[in-house]
């Protein structure tokens, strides 16, 4: 598979869409966010599932190529949950707010060296006819007991990348880019398309 001229982002979600542009901002490819396209539930159990899921349906809904990720974190103190269901911890219609307070409830009483844990993502891009390419990255570090920071969303506040001294939310956009496993997995894709 190569570069398609047309990608439809396969993401309601506006900070995921600004990040996917910035990222991507070389590859050789019309964007497409406003196109219609049905719910797509993310019932699948990992990340490349939803991905793929998400794509899938996106590419066949619009008849053009679909790129679509699926993120999370990873907590090693809770076994690697909330994983896949990190944009769902605190219930199917929570907000990013209602999630990170859930999981630092959970967090509660365990010392800053037991909150080790990684953000994983997976981006993909399905074709119309059925060809798919994929690709993850990750971004490990540790979780903090209270938010700091404005910048990101979802987790960022809690999150501290490994060998840094801010939460992701108080990373400038192109620090957050070169680092996170959304960059990380969008190169690694670009590189497989190209």
Known sequence: MAFPSRLVIASRNPGKVREILRICFDWPVAWVTDAAWPDVEETGDTYLDNA???ARAVAAATGEAALADDSGIEVDALGGAPGP????YAGEEATDERNLRALLAALK????????????????VALPGGEDVWAEG????FLRTRPTGEGGFGYDPIFEPAGWDR???QLDPEEKDRISHRG??????GAALA
């Open 52 to 54: 793929l899921a998400k």
């Open 85 to 88: 269901r990190s944009a769902r």
């Open 138 to 141: 990750t971004c490990e570090g």
């Open 167 to 169: 939460t992701m939310a």
């Open 109 to 124: 009483g365990i010392p800053g060296s037991g909150r080790t844990a990684r953000y994983r993502a997976v981006a993909a």
């Open 184 to 189: 990380r997995s969008l190169r690694a894709l």
